[in-house]
Nanobody, 124 residues
Framework: QVQLVESGGGLVQAGGSLTLSCAAS????????MAWFRHAPGKEREFLVA????????FTSDSVKGRFAISRDNAKNTMYLRMNSLKPEDTAVYYC?????????????????WGQGTQVTVSS
């Protein structure tokens, strides 16, 4: 298991940007595929973007494509989510997750470890 801690959330105005971080500890970070999800009140957990263990391939949901980008620094055991052009509908709790399964995965059930989440609130 990998332990994950998200940070970087907060309040931002519409049109602004935020970068979330996900710090990992425990088993080898670089062996895992990783992803970001979000969960807004009254909605199901939503996949945003995934990356392979090497960070050479990514898959981004159409809902955030062109605005959100994932990156990882295996030397620092940290993954990032850069969010640009934020909208009020991006308001949610954002989670990072890891998977030991190969490939780029978008189903929450494919992920083994989750962080506690960080709140992002976008004001209009």
């Amino acid at each position: 298991q990998v332990q994950l801690v998200e940070s970087g959330g907060g309040l931002v105005q519409a049109g602004g940007s935020l970068t979330l971080s996900c710090a990992a500890s425990g088993r080898t970070f670089s062996s895992y595929g990783m992803a970001w999800f979000r969960h807004a009140p009254g909605k199901e957990r939503e996949f945003l973007v995934a990356t392979t263990w090497a960070g050479t391939s990514t898959f981004t949901s159409d809902s955030v494509k062109g605005r959100f980008a994932i990156s990882r620094d295996n030397a620092k055991n940290t993954m990032y989510l850069r969010m640009n052009s934020l909208k009020p509908e991006d308001t949610a709790v954002y989670y990072c997750a890891t998977t030991s399964r190969a490939g780029l995965r978008s189903e929450p059930s494919d992920y083994d470890s989750w962080g506690q989440g960080t709140q992002v609130t976008v004001s209009s």
